[in-house]
């Protein structure tokens, strides 16, 4: 008996078929399961606003990432699978001068995405700013913008510190929150260039000598938040983290008002409140 031939290889159109049912029909059922499952669970959570925004902007990314990624790996192992050589076989295969079709499609869905995900980005980051510090002028504001509360946010070798102007300008090692606000995040630095990250938060902001960087902030229910510095900064850059907390509003109103009592013997030393500071630069460790 002749031993058994091997069936036929499915012509390229076939192929073609094939793959394309495969990618689509592996794209519907993985591609809802990561938007549901995988992208609210990713970083930095919903403790505010922008942080919730950015939950969504990487919902969206990592769901259109996803059939891209199916495609990539499906088509490996579609092609180690389907057009392996034969034990033996040394030729260098039929010719393969491209296909104009698969190129103008190739061409026009990548476009698409890459437009439809700048528009979608934009119009995130015109919204609420993305978290992110704009400088002394910010460009994009919250419509409540002015009845936004002001705080300051100012670095140092090596630890952050917060003046409240609205209250008599005290300053606490502390950075407290009321819950369900809008906040106007003033950041500034008085030796070297810091980074304020509040990760939970969703909101990231450089502290430059010299500079008001504004960032906005929409707080939601009680929440502790880690602070860390995002930028080195010198020796003791690593230990340069505090916790802040969200509290409901009546609870931040009775803490301020002890820490206004608690502080109030050295407010005659602190300088007067400026939305930035620029001091000698003596006695700096960096």
Not at 5 to 17: I, K, L, N, S
Not at 68 to 75: A, G, K, Q, R, S
Not at 133 to 140: D, E, H, I, L, N
Not at 192 to 217: C, E, M
Request: negative net charge; glycine residues 10%.
């Amino acid at each position: 008996m002749s031993p058994e031939r091997p069936a036929p290889a499915p012509p390229a159109g076939g192929h073609g078929r094939r793959f394309l049912i495969l990618w689509i029909a592996s794209s519907v059922v993985a591609t809802p399961l990561v938007a549901i499952f995988l992208g609210p669970a990713m970083p930095p959570g919903n403790g505010s606003v922008e942080a919730s925004g950015q939950v969504l902007d990487n919902t969206v990314l990592i769901s259109a990432v996803t059939p891209v990624t199916i495609f990539v790996l499906l088509f490996l192992v579609y092609a180690i699978r389907s057009f392996r050589a034969d034990p033996g076989d040394v030729s260098d295969g039929p010719a393969d001068r491209g296909n104009g079709r698969i190129q103008v499609a190739w061409a026009a869905t990548t476009a698409v995405v890459v437009f439809s995900l700048a528009g979608f980005g934009t119009y995130e980051l015109t919204k609420d700013g993305a978290g992110g510090g704009q400088g002394p002028s910010a460009a994009f504001v919250p419509a409540n913008h002015a009845r936004a509360m002001d705080i300051q946010v100012i670095g140092q070798q090596w630890s952050f510190t917060y003046r409240y102007p609205s209250y008599g300008a005290v300053e606490t090692p502390q950075l407290v929150l009321p819950a369900d606000s809008l906040v106007r995040l003033h950041v500034t630095s008085l030796d070297v260039v810091h980074s304020f990250w509040a990760r939970q938060l969703g909101i990231k902001a450089d502290a430059n000598p010299g500079t008001d960087n504004i960032v906005y902030l929409q707080t939601k229910g009680p929440e502790t938040f880690n602070i860390r510095c995002a930028e080195l900064c010198g020796l003791w850059h690593g230990y340069m983290f505090d916790t802040g907390r969200v509290v409901p509003a009546a609870e931040f109103t009775a803490w301020i008002a002890k820490e206004r009592t608690y502080y109030a013997p050295i407010e005659q030393y602190l300088p007067k409140y400026a939305t930035s500071y620029l001091p000698e630069p003596v006695d700096r460790a960096g």
